[in-house]
């Protein structure tokens, strides 16, 4: 079945450091979406990509849609503590149109 | 505006007990609904999905249930919990399937 991956699973760095997320679909997808979930939170929309080759920023958070539509970035630079957290994108599945998830990058920023 | 509402935010619940979580949504009519469970760490596993009243469409089979008696209301039910059905469970409402998605602040649900 059709599938979207992430990677990595879990990210640690220093607060200041940069962080990218990646997210890769086994098919063509018609939009991209990305989720924020904070620790013992639920899931808030980031954002939606749908262009080959989008890109979106905001703030601190650039989005990129590949020219295949088939995978996506996440960076976030300069992270901050704020940023914690676990970062999902997800794709609508090419038969039924329901969202299917990645696994999730979560996120740790040491002070 | 829109608003969905998930309740409890906590439960615990002996083995064997019938469960029944209620998610309603605000400020929006025919939404697409949507019952998540999530394990400690893990990602989102997609459980029932509904277009419309009365119409519920099941991902993996399992020990739940789920029903929409009206239209903004939506119900994830099971006669008798196992200890594997603990998790986070999480409502989501969208206009059309594949648009974004706005969830719930969620159950944490543990089995004992």
């Known amino acids: 079945g059709q599938q979207v991956m992430q990677i990595p699973q879990y990210q640690h760095v220093q607060e200041g450091e940069d962080f990218t997320t990646y997210c890769n679909s086994s098919?063509?997808?018609?939009?991209i979406q990305w989720y924020k979930q904070r620790p013992g939170g639920h899931p808030v929309f980031l954002i939606q990509?749908?262009?080959?080759?989008e890109v979106k920023k905001q703030k601190r958070l650039t989005f990129q849609f590949g020219e295949a539509k088939k995978n996506s970035s996440l960076h976030i630079t300069a992270t901050q503590t704020t940023d914690v957290g676990t970062y999902f994108c997800?794709?609508?599945?090419?038969?039924?149109?329901?969202?299917?998830f990645g696994q999730g990058t979560t996120l740790q920023v040491k002070p | 505006s829109q608003t969905i509402h998930q309740w409890p935010a906590t439960l615990v619940q002996p083995v064997g007990s019938p469960l029944s979580l209620e998610c309603t949504v605000e400020?929006?009519?025919?939404?697409?609904l949507y019952w998540y469970r999530q394990a400690a760490g893990r990602g989102l596993q997609l459980l029932f999905y509904?277009?419309?009243?009365?119409?519920i469409s099941s991902e993996v089979p399992q020990n739940l249930s789920a029903s929409r008696p009206q239209d903004r209301q939506f119900i994830l039910s099971s006669k008798k919990l196992l200890l594997s059905d603990s998790g986070f469970y999480l409502c989501?409402?969208?206009?059309?399937?594949?648009?974004?998605?706005?969830f719930g602040q969620g159950t944490r649900l543990t089995v004992v």
């Open positions: 098919t063509t997808l018609s939009n």
């Open positions: 997800a794709g609508p599945g090419s038969n039924t149109g329901k969202l299917i």
């Open positions: 990509l749908v262009k080959s080759g």
């Open positions: 400020g929006t009519s025919n939404p697409n």
């Open positions: 989501a409402w969208s206009v059309t399937i594949g648009t974004e998605a706005f």
């Open positions: 509904s277009v419309g009243i009365g119409q």
